[in-house]
């Protein structure tokens, strides 16, 4: 814990002033304990912490830190610590680096008063959230094939966490092309971005069917192992509680999503996306004559035999089950580990890549575009 924690105050450097004096702090107590210098009015909190991770096991260097610094910033939601609710921007407070000591003394009180409220975060919760930038990444995608036919159409997303890229045709954007043209639509959450390469001006045309592909979807079905619900205050709090505090901009692009989605009717499905995709299909759920798939930093999750059983399961449902039907399955992935890419699509973070059946029971795979995974702009292929 307390290289990770190092690492995470070093990270916060440059980023998040709070986090960077709240993980420095962390580091402190950590290490007194080590030293066997442990402050006795912070025994039961190491005891609690103890005890919630006893067994569980975590792989990325990160995940302790975030986990236990969103469980502080639930506490600061949910009003139990108002002596840091000053210093937490997401609760209308503000932080300045010469307020490191006030921080310090502000989080030992949270901690040694409120450690076993922390329990169900820290025993359940992992480091999941959901970024509400990614919807051009899957939508351009679609709108550049229904707009050929524009069928009614079914929309799964598989890892959706609280299903918020669900209602991406709900969101506003303002979009600048690569000759100063400009795409705008209100609304809130608003995305600024700007689309780039060959296929740039043709994606900002297909903008103007944004309504018409709203109007044209039907059920609109999340998959996750732990979907959120955010009509739930509590799964809710969990998004926002994993969101740094001083990071205002994403915290209110959060909840003006969480808004928009409470207009639509959104389903979720509990459990492995390839799961998932076999009894939706057996179950013949989809009765539209279009069935678009579509993942955001989710499928990459999955080691190589996991994904190649997903690629497996999509192929059998759009060539089987659904084979009457207009099918499409995009993803907006890093690339994978040995993946033969085309020239064009190498070197970049992420890549939207669209699968479609390829009439011999398998799929085609088309590289679309790139971005990075909180996109602000898209190369377009
Ligand atoms: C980084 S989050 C991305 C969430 C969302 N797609 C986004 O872009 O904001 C990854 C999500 O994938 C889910 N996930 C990971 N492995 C999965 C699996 N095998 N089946 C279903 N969901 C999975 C996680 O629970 C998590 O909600």
């Known amino acids: 814990m307390i290289g990770d924690l190092y690492l995470q105050a070093d990270y916060c450097q440059k980023t998040s002033p709070l986090y960077a004096a709240l993980y420095n702090y962390l580091l402190e107590l950590y290490q007194a304990r080590k030293d066997g210098r442990a402050d006795p009015a912070l025994c039961a909190f190491f005891e609690t912490v103890d005890y919630c991770w006893h067994g569980r096991s975590f792989t990325a260097w990160f995940e302790r830190p975030l986990l236990l610094a969103g469980a502080i910033h639930e506490q600061v939601l949910q009003g139990n610590a108002p002596e840091l609710k000053s210093f937490y921007a997401s609760c209308g407070g503000a932080f300045a680096p ?54 009614a159409i079914t929309l799964i997303e598989l890892g959706c966490s609280a299903g918020l890229g669900l209602v991406a045709d709900g969101y506003g954007y303002q979009v600048d092309g ?7 639509r209100k609304g809130d959450p608003c995305f600024e971005i700007t689309l780039n ?27 996750d192992l732990n979907p959120l619900d955010c009509k739930e205050e509590n799964q809710k709090r969990i998004l926002e509680a994993l969101i740094w505090p001083d990071n205002a901009p994403r915290l209110a692009r959060l909840r003006a999503a969480i808004e928009i989605q ?20 057996e179950r013949g759920v989809a009765d539209t ?24 399961a999509i192929g059998a449902a759009f060539n089987g089950t659904w084979a009457d039907k207009d099918c499409l399955w995009v993803e907006f992935e890093m690339p994978r580990t040995g993946e033969a890419l085309p020239d064009f699509a190498e070197g970049q973070e992420q890549l939207i890549k669209v699968h479609r059946p390829d009439g011999q029971g398998g799929l085609h795979t088309h590289y679309f575009g790139a971005a990075t995974a909180h996109p602000t702009e898209i190369e377009m292929f």
């Open 98 to 151: 010469d307020q490191a000591n006030d921080l310090a003394m502000a989080i030992k009180t949270t901690l040694s008063q409120c450690h076993q409220q922390m329990v169900p975060f820290l025993r359940q919760e992992t480091i999941q959230t959901n970024e509400t930038s990614r919807g051009l990444a899957w939508l351009l995608p679609v709108l550049a094939h229904w707009q050929k036919a524009r069928p």
């Open 178 to 184: 690569p000759a100063g043209q400009v795409w705008a």
């Open 197 to 223: 390469g060959m296929g740039a001006e043709r994606a900002l045309s297909s903008l103007a069917h944004l309504p018409d592909l709203s109007a044209a979807m039907g059920a609109r079905i999340g998959c």
């Open 262 to 281: 409470a207009r639509y009717d959104v389903r979720f499905e509990r459990g492995d996306m390839v799961a998932c995709v076999e009894h939706l299909s």
């Open 289 to 312: 004559p279009m069935v678009v798939v579509f993942n955001t930093v989710a499928s990459c999750y999955l080691d190589d035999d996991h994904y190649a059983a997903l690629r497996r």
